[in-house]
């Protein structure tokens, strides 16, 4: 039910962002959604591909340092509130969110939105009880049609 | 005695009298001190005289000067090994003063001094300051630190014995600094190269243009600065900038000095013999080659050291020096045999680097010191390649790891640093050695 999601360090000057869009670029690997989390000194970029033991070793061989990170998607209502009450749950729930954002496909008429827990089994555990539709990679490149 | 005007060496001062001794009288004061100083040592301090043991020497075999070629080095790990009282020649209670300088690896150097020592020691600043134009009637401020730190007090002792009216400063706390300078008619400074440009930046700021105030003169040493630097530091300022050397374990401040020509430092041979050795070989080279400055102390009771292998880098100038000196002169000192760099007056050497670096994650990362210099001051930037083990996802967990590196440095060394994550194969790989230290300081 996890997504593996990739991160790549970057240094924070020019050209460094493009660097990792152009290798997957290249191996014909299409980013599904991503988010760029900037400090002064640096930056680590998130991408979500379909393909990511592939996107992985090419970007390693460019000389990029990636990790693999599990990530839950989670289908909100795309509509005001939709995102809130979901937060709701989890807050009430006491689990602990390192991140979010949002992906740039929808699901039918339902928005995903892509969390990092700080422990994913447990959350999707506990958010399945409650009604929260955890959405798996399967079902989610199937729905969004990749 | 009459007052010299700016830029102009006062007349001859008596202490100075040995640097002009005749070649035959300096070489027969050396080797009579030599034959003393050997003998000394090997009496009274154990790892001399097990060295010597070891060749087969004892203090008869130096028949003359050349012999000194056959004794054997002392290094600095022996002053580490030996921490902290084990080259000592004398008894503690003839021991009147004890210094430390930094050692790489936490512990001190520690050097001692007999009461004749310390008049030696002050003897040799009286003839550095003379060198450089200063006398009685002079008012030095003195703002190399004082303390455990050879510096501060090898200089005022110097100072006072001059003559001049000395202003204890020690360092920092520019701003007054400078205002000492202007009240109370400062016409010498003592303190490092880049100190100095600090207090000429801030001066500046302050409103004060130091080639309106009195002083003539920068007595400047404990750091490598080039000529450029000089250039840049006589503009500035209007003042006479002068190299000086020493080391703690040699004796502090003192060792050598420019003179009013500022073209290489006389070494005050009579008290601190130097050779010039192959660094490699340890093979001694002729006045004119360029090598590792070895010295030693002639007249030091308490602490002689034989041979000491200094890892400067330099040559001995054969010819005679404009100002009728005798005592020879070494070209200035801008780089040393190992890899060691100094930054704000702090000896580090790139392996405490790595160890800072190592504390904190188990793998050593590729890694650049790069030293640059802003608004006077050393900075030091310690780039880090990033590499899987340690990248993680989360943003906090990074500046944390910025953060440890950074806090392990300033615990190993005592010096705030930047620290800078990098991507990995950004830092240039060299064949052989690594280049782990770009130093883009204008000295």
């Not at chain 2, 010597?52 to 002053?79: C, N, Q």
Request: charge should be negative; aromatic fraction near 8%; charged fraction near 25%.
């Amino acid at each position: 039910m996890k997504l593996n999601q990739l991160s790549v360090f970057l240094e924070n000057k020019p050209g460094r962002l493009s660097e990792p869009c152009k290798v997957l670029a290249q191996a014909g690997i299409n980013i599904l959604t991503l988010s760029l989390a900037d400090t002064q000194q640096f930056g680590i970029l998130r991408l979500i591909v379909r393909e990511w033991e592939q996107a992985k070793v090419e970007l390693e061989k460019a000389g990029c340092v990636v990790n693999i990170t599990e990530v839950v998607a989670i289908e909100v209502a795309d509509q005001a509130g939709g995102l809130e009450s979901v937060l709701e749950m989890i807050e009430a729930a006491d689990i602990n969110v390192e991140y979010i954002y949002a992906f740039t496909y929808r699901s039918g008429d339902k928005a995903i939105i892509v969390f990092r827990f700080e422990n994913p089994d447990a959350a999707i555990e506990t958010l399945q009880g409650k009604g929260v539709n955890v959405i798996g990679p399967v079902a989610l490149y199937d729905r969004i049609g990749q | 005695m009459k007052e010299a005007a700016k830029g102009q060496a006062p007349t001859f001062h008596p202490v100075s009298a040995p640097d002009y001794l005749p070649a035959e009288q300096l070489w027969q004061l050396q080797f009579s001190r030599l034959s003393a100083i050997v003998a000394r040592a090997y009496e009274r301090v154990g790892l001399f005289r097990q060295r010597m043991d070891e060749r087969g020497l004892t203090p008869a075999d130096v028949t003359s000067l050349a012999d000194i070629a056959k004794l054997p080095f002392t290094v600095k790990t022996d002053l580490r090994d030996t921490y902290p009282f084990g080259l000592f020649a004398s008894e503690m209670k003839d021991v009147v003063r004890l210094h430390a300088s930094s050692g790489t690896t936490g512990k001190p150097i520690v050097v001692a001094y007999t009461q004749a020592d310390v008049d030696v020691w002050a003897s040799v600043m009286v003839r550095t300051f003379a060198a450089c134009g200063l006398g009685r009637g002079d008012i030095i401020q003195n703002s190399y630190g004082y303390g455990l730190f050879t510096g501060g007090l090898g200089a005022h002792y110097g100072a006072e014995a001059l003559g001049a009216t000395v202003i204890p400063t020690s360092g920092g706390n520019t701003e007054r600094q400078i205002m000492v300078m202007k009240d109370f008619g400062v016409t010498a400074l003592c303190c490092t190269p880049s100190y100095f440009l600090h207090i000429v930046d801030r001066a500046a700021e302050m409103g004060i243009d130091l080639k309106e105030l009195p002083i003539r003169a920068g007595i400047f040493g404990a750091e490598p600065w080039t000529e450029p630097m000089r250039e840049r530091v006589e503009q500035a300022s209007g003042v006479k900038a002068y190299d000086i050397y020493g080391l703690s374990e040699i004796i502090g401040p003192g060792v050598a000095s420019e003179c009013a020509e500022q073209s290489g430092l006389h070494i005050f041979e009579d008290h601190f013999y130097p050779e010039i050795i192959d660094p490699t070989s340890g093979e001694p080279l002729e006045d004119g080659q360029e090598g590792e400055l070895v010295l030693t102390t002639l007249s030091k009771w308490a602490m002689p050291m034989i041979r000491y292998r200094t890892r400067d880098i330099t040559y001995i100038i054969p010819e005679r020096c404009g100002c009728g000196r005798t005592v020879r002169r070494i070209r200035r000192i801008n780089r040393r045999s190992d890899d060691m760099f100094i930054i704000r007056g702090v000896n580090v050497f790139p392996s405490q680097i790595e160890e800072a670096l190592l504390r904190v994650e188990g793998t050593l990362p590729h890694y650049q010191i790069i030293l640059t210099r802003e608004q006077g001051l050393d900075r030091m930037e310690i780039q880090v390649e990033v590499t899987a083990a340690v990248f993680s996802d989360r943003v906090r967990a990074m500046e944390d790891l910025q953060r440890n590196l950074s806090h392990s440095i300033e615990q190993i060394l005592g010096i705030r640093s930047k620290v800078t994550l990098v991507e990995p194969h950004t830092l240039k790989r060299s064949e052989g050695k690594a280049k782990r230290l770009i130093d883009k300081r204008d000295l």
